[in-house]
């Protein structure tokens, strides 16, 4: 493998980085983690800075960026692209989220048209008039602009299939049998890192059991890892961003005799639904999340600007 290449402009790989259909996003949470959910981005016509959003029944991410601007995003997933030789990109930076709430789409055309033309699916929210009821939440979005700081290429290393569950009770309910029992639903994990002061690292990596304990070696790019708090995330989707899959937990990184480890000590929550009835419970909590969000901050409904979005989305 090449050794990876670092430069701090946006517009050589702008044309690569708008191939992914998602990237993982990192933020820094409040004991110092760097935790990362899958996100769809869109690089400003200028190449200077990256733009996603977040609903405010998902507010997390942007409290994070609040609190501490410290942010990666890492394009590694090819899925939907058709492309097998584009490289992993990481982009490390600083992020900045208003407080403003935005329901229509008036400086996020380009963002809302990119995510109807590559999840079509996702439109279905706002056709009817039960739709545009259940799922509002989805439109009052939160937009975080990320300006890059540090912009590193590498060739993906090339994964020989899905990673193998220890063996671990049914019943089991710790981190390291939760986790466990969802690798072979996965070729990889997304692990990310963070050093006092900097942006987080993410990297493509494979977790294998450790024989006689409750971690997971950890292979791939392990250049430059420091031990200390860490978190991992599994993520997959379909050509269409749909049937989504994802888990992720919060742990520590370690090293013994040259081998890194993971232990996980915390599950993280999924947005994404495995079933119908899965569908409805998260719908009730993202409505009753984003009933919170306004109620603290003493903020009425907003009013969604349903016109601008069906003519907004073109795809």
Request: proline share 9%; with cysteine.
């Amino acid at each position: 493998m090449t050794e990876p290449t670092t430069t701090t402009d946006l517009h050589d790989l702008r044309d690569i980085l708008d191939e992914y259909r998602t990237c993982e996003f990192a933020t820094i949470s409040r004991t110092g983690v760097p935790i990362a959910w899958p996100v769809v981005v869109d690089v400003s016509p200028a190449a200077d800075r990256i733009v996603l959003t977040t609903s405010i029944a998902f507010p997390q991410k942007a409290f994070n960026v609040r609190r501490d601007p410290r942010v990666a995003l890492l394009f590694s997933d090819p899925t939907g692209t058709g492309r097998d030789d584009l490289p992993h990109v990481l982009v490390r930076g600083t992020a900045r989220c208003p407080a403003r709430i935005e329901t229509g789409t008036a400086g996020l055309e380009q963002y809302w048209r990119k995510l109807a033309i590559r999840q079509p699916a996702s439109t279905s929210y706002r056709r009817t008039v039960i739709g545009r009821r259940l799922f509002d939440w989805y439109y009052m979005r939160l937009v975080i602009t990320v300006t890059p700081r540090e912009i590193t290429s590498r060739r993906p290393s090339s994964d020989p299939g899905p990673m193998s569950a220890p063996p671990v009770s049914r019943t089991d309910r710790s981190g390291f049998a939760q986790l466990g029992r969802e690798l072979p639903s996965f070729d990889n994990a997304v692990l990310g890192t963070a050093t006092e002061g900097e942006p987080p690292v993410l990297r493509r990596v494979r977790l294998a059991v450790e024989p006689g304990s409750a971690t997971f070696r950890v292979a791939g790019p392990t250049a430059g890892l420091v031990a200390g708090p860490a978190s991992v995330l599994l993520h997959r989707h379909d050509d269409a961003l749909w049937h989504q899959r994802q888990a992720g937990a919060t742990g520590e990184l370690g090293q013994i005799d040259g081998h890194w480890w993971f232990r996980p000590d915390r599950i993280l929550p999924s947005q994404f639904p495995s079933n119908p009835l899965d569908m409805m419970r998260i719908i009730g909590q993202a409505r009753r999340a984003a009933s919170r969000y306004l109620d603290r901050r003493g903020l009425p409904r907003p009013t969604i600007d349903w016109a601008a979005h069906r003519s907004g989305a073109t795809g």
